[in-house]
């Protein structure tokens, strides 16, 4: 008898383990795939469309990388915009796409005091940005910012916008720009600010550098680049 009664209360405690394994097993596998971190795929989708910048100056008689910034694919024609002064002074500019390919480009516009610029290269299969207007971005909207920070390329930072408007003045031009807490860094200038759809909104051009401040980091509305 005592050994049945062992028995019977091993069968249930073995049937009351299985059961909350199942009830746990459901309960993980009916959670919405919305609810993932969706940073990873907006990644992926823009990631194509973000480009290194490098700008090349003759020193002696040799053209040297003078400086490295970001940039956008625009269409399938080749056209990328990025920030002025990224290819300020270039004696050369070279492309690097994604997949590691160079192109040699062509700056076929510039506006300093918006600091933007449009190169050209010619390649196939490009992959260009979608778009969104910035008058439809809300504080607190979730922001991804991709580029080339510090020279390490397709840098992937994310936050909120902060404001999306924010008026600045910079030598007698007054400038309305979005301000994000996303990490904006040398080397990120011309690379894509884009919302939760992977649609760009803005041109990451700028962050206040002081002794405590963070986290103020000021791209360009696209808004500005569709009149460029």
Do not use: C
């Not at 590691?100 to 700056?107: S, V």
């Not at 990451?204 to 808004?223: D, F, M, R, Y």
């Amino acid at each position: 008898m005592r050994r049945g009664k062992e028995w019977t209360a091993f069968l249930f405690g073995l049937f009351g383990v299985l059961l909350g394994a199942l009830i746990v097993y459901q309960t993980f596998s009916q959670i919405p795939q919305s609810l993932n971190w969706p940073v990873v795929s907006i990644a992926k989708k823009v990631d194509p469309s973000v480009v290194i910048v490098l700008n090349k100056q003759k020193d002696s008689t040799q053209l040297q990388t003078k400086g490295i910034g970001s940039g956008v694919i625009l269409n399938r024609q080749g056209d990328i915009v990025t920030n002025y002064h990224v290819v300020a002074n270039a004696n050369a500019l070279v492309v690097v796409l994604s997949n590691g390919k160079r192109y040699h480009a062509q700056l076929i516009g510039e506006d300093a005091p918006t600091d933007l610029a449009v190169l050209r290269i010619h390649a196939s299969h490009l992959r260009p940005i979608a778009f969104a207007s910035s008058r439809t971005i809300e504080p607190g909207e979730l922001v991804v910012a991709i580029g080339n920070a510090l020279g390490l390329s397709h840098t992937v930072t994310t936050g909120v916008i902060s404001a999306k408007d924010r008026v600045m003045f910079r030598d007698g031009w007054e400038y309305h720009l979005i301000q994000t807490d996303a990490a904006i860094n040398p080397g990120n200038s011309g690379g894509a600010l884009v919302n939760s759809q992977g649609q760009l909104i803005g041109i990451n051009a700028s962050k206040i550098a002081q002794t405590g401040v963070e986290g103020i980091g000021l791209p360009i509305a696209h808004l500005v680049i569709i009149a460029v």
